[in-house]
């Protein structure tokens, strides 16, 4: 190899090791543990190789497992992301390098610059294909990590899966059909139509997915927005009641005290037992500081209200929790259905509701008791028949597993018990 054959080689490799260097970082830099200076290193370690690589002329299949193998060891030491995260973004990065590898010596074959005989091997032919599949490269790692970085992680494991193996395989079996045999100016057109259209085709698939995930989102949104705004409505409700009895309360608290006065205890007695019920019914108000739980809780309270069964509920969360909310608004509906089917079925004298929201110590015990009729707490039954415990116990089940929780019920002298424990 000439000197200056080798010059060009050598900055070949180092571009190569740069920008993957820099795709691996643009893609996770917010996951980055060390300081910018140090991605020195994995550029050294990739440049290293590549040139190794060129020097004794590796199989260009052998490079590129090679390189996704490095890639793989270096995102895993350099990031913290997990590893099918940064499995997705070594693979993305082997399906551009295919194709850019690929696609300029069709293009400079369509041009007549180069002859299927030396495929662009040597000389002036291969220098244009590696500048150009620099080129290619560089663009597509910015656009793949500008592009898919934010929307991978909505869509499920084997949907991604299928995003970067269906274009490998299918730029695998292209080669097969068309290098195997003499390129004619028309078949390598094909081929490189073949090739952007397997790009495009994965861009729509992904963007389906993206787009099917946003709608979903947005119902979820949709959803949500409707529970803030009963929540909001019932409190405005509460508000109302409270400030209608501060002018009323001082009036109530007089004929109370007339009707001692004048001996009739009963009576005061009972005048003073409506106007605690009335209090207690207006100061239902649920605020544990993430909106979703409250909108669910107070429109539970409010079903169990308009149902005749006493509600109450002890809430102390004095910092603000770091915690997913679908599956915790999932425990907390379910366990309230629960409670209010419980007691409706139930045959108690002194029916109730009760549920408690305690935070310590980075941990969430969430307590839900109710009147109800025996029940084998370690047998619930999941359909509507003989009693409603076992409603949602599944699902419960699976949310508390999500949050790593832990879950008991039990049930003794007339009242059921669900308790959890969560640590966030």
Known sequence: MKTCEFVIETLNCIFEACIIVFYLFLVMKKDYRYPLKFLAIPAVIFFSAIEAMTITQVNPWVKLIVILALMMITAYIMFESRVRSILFYCLMFIVVALASEIMPVIALNLMNLGTDNNNFSTGT????????????????AIYIAEYLKPKQREIPFRNWLLIIFVPLLSLIILNSIFISTELSPRRSLLYLLSVGGIFILNIFVFDFFDTYSNTIKLQLMEQRLKSEEENYRLIEEKYTEIRQLKHDIS???????????????PEAASHLNRLYSKLSAASGVCYTGISSVDAIVNMKWHTALSNNIPFSCKVMVPEKMKIDELPLCRIIANLLDNAIEGVQR????????????IQNNKKLR?????????????NLKTKKTGYGHGIGVSSVREAVDQLDGILSFNWENGIFTADIMLAY
């Open 125 to 140: 032919g291969r220098y244009i294909c590696m500048a150009c599949s620099k080129l290619f490269s560089f663009w597509f």
């Open 251 to 265: 009036n109530q608290l007089a004929a109370a005290r007339r009707l001692f006065m004048q001996g009739s205890g």
């Open 346 to 357: 139930s045959s108690a004298e002194e029916k109730f509701v009760y549920i408690s929201i």
């Open 366 to 378: 969430i307590c839900v008791m109710n009147s109800s009729d025996e029940v084998d707490a370690d």
